[in-house]
């Protein structure tokens, strides 16, 4: 089991960059995929992007590729994610999730273990 704390969260305006982390608890960090996922206001929660356990795949929403990147750093049991080109429809609640035994799916089932989540609010 591991216990998961974002941080990272804040208001920005459209078009800057802002980086999430989230630490994790537990020596077997590096044995999960770790994932984000986000909550728009008034929306169910929906997949931004996933990583394996080793770092070396990832996948991600159509509506984030190519201005978000995760990364890991399993020395610092921390998860990462880049988000550049900030636009308001970003702005929700972004949690961290961990998942053991599977790849970087997209599926919120799939993932066992929930941080509390971040607010970002990105004004237009």
């Known amino acids: 089991q591991v216990q998961l704390v974002e941080s990272g969260g804040g208001l920005v305006q459209a078009g800057v960059s802002l980086r999430l982390s989230c630490a994790a608890s537990?020596?077997?960090?590096?044995?999960?995929?770790m994932g984000w996922f986000r909550q728009p206001p008034g929306k169910e929660r929906e997949f931004v992007a996933a990583i394996s356990w080793t770092g070396g795949r990832t996948s991600y929403a159509d509506s984030v590729k190519g201005r978000f990147t995760i990364s890991r750093d399993n020395a610092k049991n921390t998860v990462y994610l880049q988000m550049n080109s900030l636009k308001p429809e970003d702005t929700a609640v972004y949690y961290c999730?961990?998942?053991?035994?599977?790849?970087?799916?997209?599926?919120?089932?799939?993932?066992?273990?929930w941080g509390q989540g971040t607010q970002v609010t990105v004004s237009s």
């Open positions: 537990g020596r077997t960090f590096s044995t999960y995929t």
């Open positions: 999730a961990a998942a053991r035994g599977v790849a970087p799916v997209q599926y919120a089932s799939a993932y066992s273990n």
